[in-house]
């Protein structure tokens, strides 16, 4: 019955509220203190009791009102950080302003005119807001996150207190050293703090308030300028927060230690509610909103923990701090020591991996749902902490982080409302492919069998990968090509490393050459010979490079000799062209669809998302030339960086051509073509009405095609095949493929080419399409509460598939 009249109560307090034309005082603390002091509202009834048109009604016909509710609730929670909530009705008062701002706040984000309301100073109020503030006092906004900060390293609130029953906890509170009192043990923390189901509870509503300031973003337009930084990120994440450090590290710890199955009992998360769960996807999505800042100031601080030499001494840091101002990306840049880049590697790892688990009973074992916010978070990890980059890829342990990313990749690839899982998956692989390590540890064997709907192979890593992508391109859906490009990139960086392909990832090799070089294909859209350039310099750099071990691609291309033939030869006529074009218009545009093998056992088909699905809309991704640098690798093994009018699009086969006079020509042709046609790709195969493939653009590339490597070993071993088959009368490939595996051709091929790796190159574009995409990954994911569902969201759409 109590806890239906304090609903009861809280109700009235709201129609009270929506119902007054006259303003209500402040001072009327009788009145305000019904929405908080005797009431014990969830935060579900809270949503449930103020429903969005009476907030609205408030801010449009008594907006006085409504500032003051909000300076009242924020006045509450200020009082609660200074007093430390001694008492259990403070922690309830604490609670419920709590869950009234986060109801509320979306509806002040949403209109223009109230967004700078929270940074404005309350003449006469504000000293009594906080006593540590200058006299003009501080912006509610500012008195409102520090109060959360506050709190959020509470002795019995939200963190053990270490102190039993000692009257004096209250009074020196702003005293505490929280860095004595991170959550969890991991980086800069050894001891593990007793779980604490209340304060994990706490804390998570905390930081729900915490991430609904941040969303501010949400109601801004997407715009190409991404110099405006979010004012409540900036501020959170300044020095101006005294628990900046400790928060960071409790945050990142918290997520890094959990393990979602614990002892391994199955069918435990049935029967006990696991509170860390919420906890951690709080904290992961407060981390990967806040790690948010101008490229710049990151790549200056990853190099100054590459080289402490360069790092400034303490009174250089006195006068001119290093790296970012905010405190999350500049601390995670700095993480350094070999067991906390691992505690976070294996964390990672550990969370993405869980979904994968096999087991005997079914649905026995707890599966996370928050694998996006742990790809984004290690995407952020490995483009602001090079040394983390590079402990990842020193060992085999970036194999139990491509795995799960595959996994992800391949089980999306036909649901169109997990675009932006495709787009996170492919960018963390080419960051990685741009590494020569990354190429090496694919060619571990592949052992783990996890279930996936690919077709049943033996081989490495690298096998894994090609398998998948090859699906991708031929059983995904339409709005995956602009990632083609991607794909293929990521498949050109590792191509020199890879020391032998198996059978079944060399003829997926060829079949997608095959598909891409039809002439349909080709003169249908102003950059899908692209892909066959793409494809084109794979085989030569396992021709050039890795020749020996790669018998298995070395008999697929002699089995498939004609496509290059008929690459060679392709027409470039205007009649030619026109013919090509028409039978694409009566056969359609069919997707590459090979004969596929059997399945694994135990996997299921990528399916579309299900008629009604909500998704957010993304900003488009810029195109592959943008996001990406060309380095040529050197003789000891470094690399150095091409000057950037080189097109990525550039086959470095035509080096050893000796095109490359020709080359700055062709790159200029490219980039006008990628500005003209940088929208259409997006949308579809087929290529703008404005633009039709000609005789003199067919020709401009047709003559760069780096055939040349190719073509000489066809002419050195398909003579050599015929007559080993009429000879021995053999009809067993595996005797052609042993003959191949002893063959050699020393001195038969042209000079080596240099190896030009594209590596990952952010720009405002990327950092767009992220912010995008973080935010409606999370405005998807929070929907118990549904904080931001109804309200007028503009930096993306939510649509229904």
């Known amino acids: 019955m109590g806890n239906a009249d304090s609903k009861l109560h809280f109700r009235k307090a709201v129609v009270q509220l929506t119902t007054k034309t006259q303003p209500v005082e402040a001072s009327d603390d009788v009145f305000w203190d019904q929405f908080w002091v005797d009431s014990s509202t969830t935060v579900q009834d809270v949503f449930a009791l103020v429903p969005a048109a009476e907030i609205r009604a408030v801010r449009e016909e008594s907006p006085s009102n409504l500032a003051t509710l909000c300076y009242k609730a924020v006045e509450r929670l200020v009082r609660g950080a200074d007093s430390g909530c001694p008492s259990e009705k403070e922690r309830q008062t604490v609670l419920n302003c709590t869950r009234l701002l986060t109801r ?150 918290v997520v890094c230690a959990y393990d979602p199955v614990g002892y391994g009992i199955p069918y435990n998360h049935l029967l006990f509610s696991d509170y860390r769960e919420q906890l951690v996807e709080q904290a992961v999505q407060i981390l990967i909103v806040t790690l948010e800042h101008e490229a710049g100031s990151a790549a200056s601080a990853a190099l100054q923990a590459l080289d402490p030499s360069t790092c400034p001494s303490a009174e250089e840091e006195q006068q001119e701090p290093g790296g970012p101002d905010n405190l999350f990306v500049n601390y995670l840049s700095r993480i350094h020591r070999e067991e906390d880049l691992s505690f976070v590697l294996k964390g990672l790892a550990r969370l993405l991996n869980n979904p994968l688990i096999q087991t005997y009973l079914p649905r026995s074992t707890k ?95 690298a096998d894994l990968l090609i398998v998948i992508f090859h699906k991708i391109i031929s059983s995904g859906h339409q709005r995956l090509q602009p990632l083609f490009d ?16 198996s059978m079944v990832a060399a003829n997926k090799l060829l079949h997608l050459l095959e598909a891409f070089s039809t002439p349909w294909f080709l003169f249908s859209s102003l950059q899908n010979h692209h892909l066959v350039f793409f494809l084109l310099e794979v085989c030569n750099n396992i021709i050039q490079y890795q020749f020996d071990g790669n018998f298995n691609l070395v008999y697929a291309i002699i089995r498939k000799r004609n496509v290059f033939h008929q690459l060679a030869n392709l027409p470039s006529d205007t009649t030619s062209i ?24 135990g996997s299921r ?54 095109a490359s006079d020709s080359e700055s020509e062709r790159d200029h042709e490219v980039n006008r073509m990628q500005s003209e046609s940088a929208r259409s790709r997006l949308s579809s195969v087929s290529s703008t009405a404005a633009w039709s493939a000609n005789s003199d653009w067919v020709s401009s590339w047709k003559a760069k095609l780096p055939l040349q490597t190719i073509m000489r070993l066809l002419q050195v071993l398909v003579p050599q095949v015929e007559k080993i088959c009429i000879d021995k009368g053999l009809t067993d490939e595996s005797e052609i493929l042993k003959f191949l595996q002893h063959g050699t051709l020393v001195g038969l091929l042209p000079v080596p080419h240099p190896i030009l790796i594209r590596k990952y190159q952010a720009n405002a574009g990327t950092a767009m399409w992220f912010r995008t995409y973080i935010w409606g990954v999370i405005y998807l994911r929070n929907v118990d509460p549904p904080i931001w569902y109804d309200t007028d969201i503009r930096l993306f759409e939510i649509q229904r598939i």
Not at 371 to 398: A, G, M, R
Not at 486 to 495: D, G, K, M, Y
Not at 580 to 597: D, F, H, W
Request: charged fraction near 20%; charge should be negative; glycine fraction near 4%.
């Open 104 to 253: 509320i706040l979306p509806y002040i984000f949403e209109d223009a005119d109230w967004r700078g309301f929270f940074w404005s100073t309350i003449p006469g109020r504000a000293g009594h807001l906080d006593h540590d503030a200058d006299d003009e006092g501080r912006p509610l906004a500012e008195s409102l996150l520090l109060a959360i900060a506050d709190l959020l390293f509470c002795p019995d609130f939200t963190i053990q207190s270490h102190k039993k029953n000692s009257p004096d906890t209250a009074d020196d509170i702003r005293a505490i050293d929280s860095c004595e009192y991170i959550w969890e043990a991991g980086v800069g923390f050894a001891q593990a703090p007793p779980l604490n189901y209340v304060h994990d509870l706490n804390r998570t509503e905390l930081l729900k308030l915490l991430l609904t300031c941040f969303s501010e973003a949400m109601y801004l337009p997407p715009s190409a300028e991404n110099k405006v930084l979010n004012p409540w990120i900036s501020f959170f994440c300044s020095t101006a927060n005294r628990h900046a450090l400790p928060l960071f590290t409790s945050l990142l710890n």
């Open 486 to 501: 991607c794909l293929l990139t990521i498949i050109v960086n590792i191509s020199p490393y890879l020391k032998s392909l």
């Open 578 to 601: 026109q013919r090509a074009l028409q039978k694409k218009r009566r056969t359609g545009i069919s997707r590459a669809n090979s004969v596929e093998n059997e399945s694994m056992e």
């Open 367 to 461: 599966k996370i749902q928050f694998h996006q916010e742990l790809l984004i978070l290690f995407w952020k990890f490995c483009d602001f902490n090079k040394k983390f980059l590079f402990f990842v890829l020193k060992s085999s342990d970036v194999l139990d982080m491509l795995i799960p990313i595959l996994f992800y990749l391949n089980d999306a690839r036909a649901d169109q409302s997990r675009l932006g899982l495709m787009h996170i998956g492919v960018f963390i692989l080419l960051l990685l492919s741009g590494e020569r390590n990354f190429g090496v540890r694919l060619n571990k064997p592949y052992a783990l069998r996890v279930p996936m709907d690919i077709p049943v192979f033996t081989g490495t890593h």
């Open 605 to 658: 088909p990528a399916v579309p998302a299900e008629p009604g699905t909500l998704k957010a809309s993304l900003e488009a991704t810029p195109g592959i030339d943008k996001i990406t640098e060309k380095s040529q690798v050197s003789q000891d093994g470094t690399m150095i960086t091409v000057p950037h009018l080189d097109s990525p699009h550039t086959s470095k086969s035509s080096i050893a051509a000796g």
